[in-house]
Nanobody, 121 residues
Framework: QVQLAESGGGLVQPGGSLRLSCATS????????MGWFRQAPGNQRELVAS???????DYADSVKGRFTISRDNTKDTVYLQMNSLKPEDTAVYYC???????????????WGQGTQVTVSS
């Protein structure tokens, strides 16, 4: 059974920091691209950051220079360090795992339940 469990969300003041974690189980972590997405009320879910199994990362323009994605392949966990948080970063943040190898007939895209991040004074 595949599980992606996010943690680390909460309420923070503008300019503050949070670190999100996503612990996975039931997947071969080393062959998955891991991503963080977010969805604010009334908005579509958007990609925040992703990291390939080899370590290459990509970021949305809105978070470049403020957020850092990382992964620990020994713990099957992906992290999102968020600094200089702004009110517009407020959203539910979701962890995503996308398998890099296509196996026909076998699902390869999984989501966590989400964790709320609220940036407000």
């Amino acid at each position: 059974q595949v599980q992606l469990a996010e943690s680390g969300g909460g309420l923070v003041q503008p300019g503050g920091s949070l670190r999100l974690s996503c612990a996975t189980s039931g997947i071969v972590f080393g062959i998955y691209t891991m991503g963080w997405f977010r969805q604010a009320p009334g908005n579509q879910r958007e990609l925040v950051a992703s990291i390939h199994s080899g370590g290459t990362s990509d970021y949305a323009d809105s978070v470049k220079g403020r957020f850092t994605i990382s992964r620990d392949n020994t713990k099957d966990t992906v992290y999102l360090q968020m600094n200089s948080l702004k009110p517009e970063d407020t959203a539910v943040y979701y962890c995503n795992a996308e398998r890099e190898v296509v196996i026909h007939g076998v699902p390869g895209d999984y989501w966590g339940q989400g964790t709320q991040v609220t940036v407000s004074s």
